[in-house]
């Protein structure tokens, strides 16, 4: 495919000329001289071993060939410029880029980012996903959200969320294998979600229940795919209150005990100190501790 595929300077200024029929015309358009425009397509027509242009003493107009091409070459150029604003969007200056952790965006952050975009219609947002407190890039991202205790040097932090814990599971889960006190969760898979420090064994030793096996079940990355199979009756998953309200609304899961454990893991906002903010960072900051304020009194 490369040796069938012209220089891209080349195409640019055969559709520039093209369409504007006038070299004159296109190089101002492409911000280079007249030459430099007729030598680009005299090296494309060489290229393609055919004439694409009849060149007139006041004017241009295409060949057959000219006219066949064009709307392919206008039609790739319009492809790739599509692909390029599809995955990187406006330039990295005028975007405001936000990290967050997978299972915050979906539960936490989904519902709400809607209203600060209408209120702020001039400010674009892009939202990274994030798996694991993978270190922070200050060249790629303007703000983090990581799940943690409040322990990141040379970052000012935010707590968003207070949350406690409890077992959660699909609605029919409830009344098989007598799942009716916290030591019958020996009889069920325990859904675990890897890097929260904070785990079953916290909420098994609150609850007494000391004949289950913390340890054993399926091992997870996010709460996104521990709900999920915990909706699907496939395990036990152990919910942190600010992401699993929606699913506990929509009936998807319920809590089974009553039993609700404090933790000290929280999702954090965090706002790196030693680079020049992004001119929204502080709108969207200000914003987001305000909506967590407001779900969660007493946060700070």
Same mark, same amino acid.
């Given at each position: 495919?490369?040796? %069938?595929?012209? *220089?891209?300077?080349?195409?640019?200024?055969?559709?520039?000329?093209?369409?504007?029929?006038?070299?004159?015309?296109?190089?101002?358009? /492409?911000?280079?001289?007249?030459?430099?425009? =007729?030598?680009?397509?005299?090296?494309?027509?060489?290229?393609?071993?055919?004439?694409?242009?009849?060149?007139?003493?006041?004017?241009?107009?295409?060949?057959?060939?000219?006219?066949?091409?064009?709307?392919?070459?206008? %039609?790739?150029?319009?492809?790739?410029?599509?692909?390029?604003?599809?995955?990187?969007?406006?330039?990295?200056?005028?975007?405001?880029?936000?990290?967050?952790?997978? =299972?915050?965006?979906? $539960?936490?952050?989904? =519902?709400?980012?809607?209203?600060?975009?209408?209120? $702020?219609?001039? &400010?674009?947002?892009?939202?990274?996903?994030?798996?694991?407190?993978? @270190?922070?890039?200050?060249?790629?991202?303007?703000?983090?959200?990581?799940?943690?205790?409040?322990?990141?040097?040379?970052?000012?932090?935010? #707590?968003?969320?207070?949350?406690?814990?409890? @077992?959660?599971?699909? *609605?029919?889960?409830?009344?098989?294998?007598?799942?009716? =006190?916290?030591?019958?969760?020996?009889?069920?898979?325990? /859904?675990? &979600?890897?890097?929260?420090?904070?785990?079953?064994?916290?909420?098994?030793?609150?609850?007494?229940? #000391?004949? &289950? %096996?913390?340890?054993?079940? /399926?091992?997870? %990355?996010?709460?996104?795919?521990?709900?999920?199979?915990?909706?699907?009756?496939?395990?036990?998953?152990?919910?942190?209150?600010?992401?699993?309200?929606?699913?506990? &609304?929509?009936?998807?899961?319920?809590?089974?005990?009553?039993?609700?454990? @404090?933790?000290?893991?929280?999702?954090?906002?965090?706002? @790196?100190?030693?680079? *020049?903010?992004?001119?929204?960072?502080?709108?969207?900051?200000?914003?987001?501790?305000?909506?967590?304020?407001?779900?969660? *009194?007493?946060?700070?």
């Amino acid at each position: 495919m490369k040796s %069938d595929l012209p *220089p891209l300077t080349w195409l640019r200024a055969f559709e520039a000329a093209a369409r504007t029929l006038s070299f004159t015309n296109a190089g101002a358009e /492409l911000n280079l001289t007249q030459a430099a425009v =007729s030598k680009h397509v005299k090296a494309l027509e060489l290229y393609l071993h055919q004439p694409l242009f009849i060149r007139r003493p006041r004017s241009l107009e295409l060949t057959k060939l000219g006219e066949a091409y064009l709307p392919k070459v206008q %039609d790739a150029l319009e492809r790739l410029a599509t692909g390029t604003r599809e995955v990187f969007g406006r330039r990295r200056s005028q975007v405001l880029t936000l990290r967050c952790a997978v =299972s915050f965006a979906v $539960y936490w952050l989904s =519902s709400r980012l809607p209203a600060f975009l209408d209120a $702020y219609p001039d &400010v674009q947002v892009r939202v990274i996903s994030s798996v694991w407190n993978d @270190p922070f890039d200050k060249d790629a991202f303007d703000l983090d959200i990581q799940y943690g205790t409040g322990d990141w040097p040379g970052f000012s932090h935010t #707590r968003l969320t207070r949350d406690t814990i409890t @077992p959660l599971c699909a *609605p029919g889960l409830a009344g098989r294998n007598a799942l009716q =006190s916290p030591a019958d969760l020996r009889h069920h898979r325990l /859904l675990h &979600v890897m890097g929260y420090q904070e785990g079953w064994g916290v909420w098994l030793n609150a609850a007494g229940a #000391r004949g &289950v %096996d913390p340890g054993q079940g /399926l091992h997870l %990355d996010t709460s996104l795919t521990a709900f999920r199979i915990a909706a699907d009756g496939g395990g036990i998953a152990l919910g942190r209150s600010s992401l699993a309200a929606e699913d506990l &609304v929509a009936g998807r899961l319920i809590a089974p005990f009553a039993l609700k454990v @404090p933790i000290d893991e929280a999702f954090y906002l965090l706002e @790196p100190q030693i680079r *020049p903010a992004h001119p929204f960072r502080d709108v969207f900051a200000s914003w987001i501790k305000g909506q967590a304020s407001a779900q969660l *009194p007493g946060v700070s």
